[in-house]
């Protein structure tokens, strides 16, 4: 069973940075692609950023430029660096890891950024 490991949220101010942090244990298989997901009160579900096996990273239009997703493929950790935080980056950040054909998601870790 994959077990993913959320960690980095928290409280900000504006124009500060958060590093959020998601280890994927119990697969033998290194994942294929990982990202990042945010929902904020009220709003659908979107993506922030993810990356490929392959180092290959796509962003959410609301973060370029100011996030930067990594991984290690040794961990199977996944990173995402956020800087030049604003409020309306405020959401459950979710963390999907993608092994094959399955899908799985992390519980979600809060980020909030006060004006």
């Known amino acids: 069973q994959v077990q993913l490991v959320e960690s980095g949220g928290g409280l900000v101010q504006a124009g500060g940075s958060l590093r959020l942090s998601c280890a994927a244990s119990?697969?033998?298989?290194?994942?294929?692609?990982m990202g990042w997901y945010r929902q904020a009160p009220g709003k659908q579900r979107e993506l922030a950023a993810l990356?490929?096996?392959?180092?290959?990273?796509m962003y959410g239009d609301s973060v370029k430029g100011r996030f930067t997703i990594s991984r290690d493929n040794a961990k199977n950790t996944v990173y995402l660096q956020m800087n030049s935080l604003k409020p309306e980056d405020t959401a459950v950040y979710y963390c999907r890891v993608v092994i094959y054909e399955y899908d799985y998601w992390g519980q979600g870790t809060q980020v909030t950024v006060s004006s």
């Open positions: 990356i490929t096996s392959s180092g290959s990273t």
């Open positions: 119990g697969s033998g298989f290194m994942p294929n692609t």
